[in-house]
């Protein structure tokens, strides 16, 4: 890679090349501005990035983020990047049992087969015409709140009108989401698949009075203004990889091995110290845009930290020689796993799952989501591979604080990847240990990583993978014009921790860089 050259002036210097600090490097390039990308990493992409981590095996995985939902078609026009994605067929598939045998809940594949599958399951058509009229609220909220995460920050006022639906905007941004989900529905297994979107990375209780599962929740259901999460052809490194081609196009000068380790500025002119293995330089700029948590923010200026983080996830990477078969013969693997899998997420379940985490103790049935990537886009897999039918699968486990990992994390990292696996060989008519891979040293294809782990490796702190709770997409004091500004008048905050951060999604860096731009407008 290139490096900077000397103490060469840059108008803007970005530290960390993750998705958001490209997207904001490749806008201000365009624009014609100077920029110099700083990552301590030998490569680019942070947290979206695809990986072969299993030895001699031909299969490139989204290792940490996986799906997008939150990305705006616009972002992709506007630096003309060369990505798709494509929709999931089936949307989720949760497995149950009931009076004593194996069933489960379809959601996809139509009006008609959805209705029936919720029938199959309740016995009634009551709680698929809740889901309907649920999600006919939610997606009216979608179409008018997703447009804005590119605007400058609305008021709170201004917001409540655009979505101009007093009862809804009460069940999402004034009382719990577990009041809404209890309220519109009486199956506790639909009401714990519609609980998830508000617990994905937040650890939190349905009835939570900080409202921290509602603003999860919201970001999870408003994506693309439909809500709807899809499968990044090629894998996350894909995005990022076509960032970073758009960024050097544009004039960027992209710098890996190069961690940023001090900013200096007055508020007009800032100095951006770095090191490499061969010691250190300084660049100056007049605007360093940070794709880095809010705490290393703090570090770099040498400010007070903001309040700890916590992440609350277990991420597994899987390589399977074939889908397992279901105890549900009812549904076929290949659409099962082609969507959202849940596995122990009654809305019961993820309640005791909360409290028994909560009290210092791993989850007796820790629940999780699974979907097969392979199964939507099968480029990720060599040709040997997909010619024998092997599939990925990814799991992504709820309820699993940081803390619980603090007294051996390798320990608990196993014996949590041991029960929560039994959780999902309880639906399975063969167990997945059956189906896994191996590798060129024989060894099983399946790799997990723990919040620690994700703090160790990507500088997540407490491995969240929001940086920090996520914020309302609406003005508060303090947030700024663009939900980007900091304290120092030309440092911006460009990583998920901004406002309206959080997922992969370019939102911070694109709104960054116009923040950049309408400073620096004519000059």
């Given at each position: 890679m290139t490096a900077p050259e000397g103490s060469r002036s840059y108008d803007a210097v970005i530290v960390g090349a993750g998705h958001n600090g490209l997207v904001a490097a490749a806008y201000l390039a365009r624009a014609g501005r100077s920029v110099l990308v700083l990552e301590r990493l030998d490569h680019t992409g942070g947290a979206a990035v695809s990986t072969r981590p299993f030895t001699g095996v031909d299969a490139r995985l989204s290792r940490y983020s996986y799906l997008v939902s939150l990305l705006p078609a616009k972002i992709v026009r506007d630096l003309g990047l060369d990505f798709r994605v494509r929709a999931r067929t089936v949307s989720s598939y949760t497995p149950?049992?009931?009076d004593g045998r194996p069933t489960g809940l379809l959601v996809g594949g139509g009006e008609q087969r959805t209705r029936a599958a919720f029938a199959r399951?309740?016995?009634?058509?009551?709680?698929?015409?809740?889901?309907?009229r649920f999600h006919g609220r939610t997606g009216r909220v979608a179409e008018?709140?997703?447009?804005t995460l590119t605007?400058?920050?609305?008021?709170?006022?201004?917001?409540?009108?655009?979505?101009?639906?007093?009862?809804?905007?009460?069940?999402?941004?004034?009382?719990?989401i577990g009041v809404a989900v209890e309220r519109h529905f009486t199956d506790d297994l639909v009401r714990g698949v519609v609980l998830t979107d508000a617990l994905i990375g937040t650890f939190a209780d349905a009835h939570d009075p900080?409202?921290?599962?509602?603003?999860?929740?919201?970001?999870?259901?408003i994506g693309g203004g439909t809500g709807a999460w899809d499968v990044p052809v090629g894998g996350m490194g894909a995005l990022t990889d076509a960032l970073a081609d758009a960024a050097r196009r544009a004039g960027a000068v992209i710098a890996t091995g190069h961690e940023a380790v001090r900013v200096d500025t007055d508020g007009r002119t800032a100095e951006v110290t770095h090191r490499t293995a061969h010691g250190e330089g300084v660049a100056v700029a007049r605007h360093v845009l940070v794709n880095a948590s809010p705490q290393e923010l703090a570090r770099?200026?040498?400010?007070?930290?903001?309040?700890?983080?916590?992440?609350?996830q277990l991420k597994v990477n899987m390589l399977l020689e074939r889908l397992p078969r279901l105890r549900d013969a009812s549904v076929d693997p290949r659409e099962a796993f082609a969507g959202t899998f849940h596995v122990a997420e009654g809305y019961e379940?993820?309640?005791?799952?909360?409290?028994?985490?909560?009290?210092?103790?791993?989850?007796?049935?820790?629940?999780?989501?699974?979907?097969?990537?392979?199964?939507?886009?099968?480029?990720?897999?060599?040709p040997h591979l997909a010619a024998r039918g092997c599939q990925t699968l990814t799991l992504f486990g709820l309820h699993t604080p940081a803390r619980l990992f603090e007294r051996d994390n390798d320990a608990v990292r196993e014996e949590l990847l041991v029960s929560t696996l039994a959780q999902l060989d309880a639906h399975l008519a063969e167990p997945l240990a059956d189906c896994l891979a191996t590798d060129a040293d024989g060894r099983p294809c399946i790799?997990?990583?723990?919040?620690?782990?994700?703090?160790?490796?990507?500088?997540?702190?407490?491995?969240?993978?929001?940086?920090?709770?996520?914020?309302?997409?609406?003005?508060?004091?303090?947030?700024?014009?663009?939900?980007?500004?900091?304290?120092?008048?030309?440092?911006?905050?460009?990583?998920a921790g901004a406002v309206r951060g959080g997922g992969v999604s370019g939102v911070p860096g694109h709104n960054a860089a116009m923040a950049v731009l309408e400073t620096t407008a004519g000059g």
């Amino acid at each position: 890679m290139t490096a900077p050259e000397g103490s060469r002036s840059y108008d803007a210097v970005i530290v960390g090349a993750g998705h958001n600090g490209l997207v904001a490097a490749a806008y201000l390039a365009r624009a014609g501005r100077s920029v110099l990308v700083l990552e301590r990493l030998d490569h680019t992409g942070g947290a979206a990035v695809s990986t072969r981590p299993f030895t001699g095996v031909d299969a490139r995985l989204s290792r940490y983020s996986y799906l997008v939902s939150l990305l705006p078609a616009k972002i992709v026009r506007d630096l003309g990047l060369d990505f798709r994605v494509r929709a999931r067929t089936v949307s989720s598939y949760t497995p149950t049992e009931r009076d004593g045998r194996p069933t489960g809940l379809l959601v996809g594949g139509g009006e008609q087969r959805t209705r029936a599958a919720f029938a199959r399951l309740t016995g009634s058509d009551r709680e698929y015409r809740a889901w309907r009229r649920f999600h006919g609220r939610t997606g009216r909220v979608a179409e008018r709140v997703f447009p804005t995460l590119t605007e400058p920050l609305p008021t709170r006022e201004e917001l409540r009108r655009t979505i101009d639906d007093e009862d809804t905007w009460r069940m999402l941004f004034e009382e719990p989401i577990g009041v809404a989900v209890e309220r519109h529905f009486t199956d506790d297994l639909v009401r714990g698949v519609v609980l998830t979107d508000a617990l994905i990375g937040t650890f939190a209780d349905a009835h939570d009075p900080s409202l921290v599962q509602n603003r999860c929740f919201l970001y999870h259901v408003i994506g693309g203004g439909t809500g709807a999460w899809d499968v990044p052809v090629g894998g996350m490194g894909a995005l990022t990889d076509a960032l970073a081609d758009a960024a050097r196009r544009a004039g960027a000068v992209i710098a890996t091995g190069h961690e940023a380790v001090r900013v200096d500025t007055d508020g007009r002119t800032a100095e951006v110290t770095h090191r490499t293995a061969h010691g250190e330089g300084v660049a100056v700029a007049r605007h360093v845009l940070v794709n880095a948590s809010p705490q290393e923010l703090a570090r770099l200026t040498g400010d007070a930290p903001p309040e700890p983080a916590e992440g609350a996830q277990l991420k597994v990477n899987m390589l399977l020689e074939r889908l397992p078969r279901l105890r549900d013969a009812s549904v076929d693997p290949r659409e099962a796993f082609a969507g959202t899998f849940h596995v122990a997420e009654g809305y019961e379940q993820l309640a005791a799952a909360h409290d028994q985490a909560a009290a210092g103790d791993l989850p007796a049935a820790p629940p999780c989501e699974i979907y097969c990537h392979s199964l939507t886009d099968p480029t990720i897999l060599g040709p040997h591979l997909a010619a024998r039918g092997c599939q990925t699968l990814t799991l992504f486990g709820l309820h699993t604080p940081a803390r619980l990992f603090e007294r051996d994390n390798d320990a608990v990292r196993e014996e949590l990847l041991v029960s929560t696996l039994a959780q999902l060989d309880a639906h399975l008519a063969e167990p997945l240990a059956d189906c896994l891979a191996t590798d060129a040293d024989g060894r099983p294809c399946i790799e997990a990583r723990s919040p620690l782990d994700l703090e160790r490796d990507l500088r997540l702190p407490g491995g969240n993978i929001f940086h920090r709770p996520l914020a309302w997409p609406h003005a508060q004091d303090g947030t700024g014009r663009w939900g980007v500004e900091t304290r120092h008048a030309n440092v911006l905050l460009c990583g998920a921790g901004a406002v309206r951060g959080g997922g992969v999604s370019g939102v911070p860096g694109h709104n960054a860089a116009m923040a950049v731009l309408e400073t620096t407008a004519g000059g």
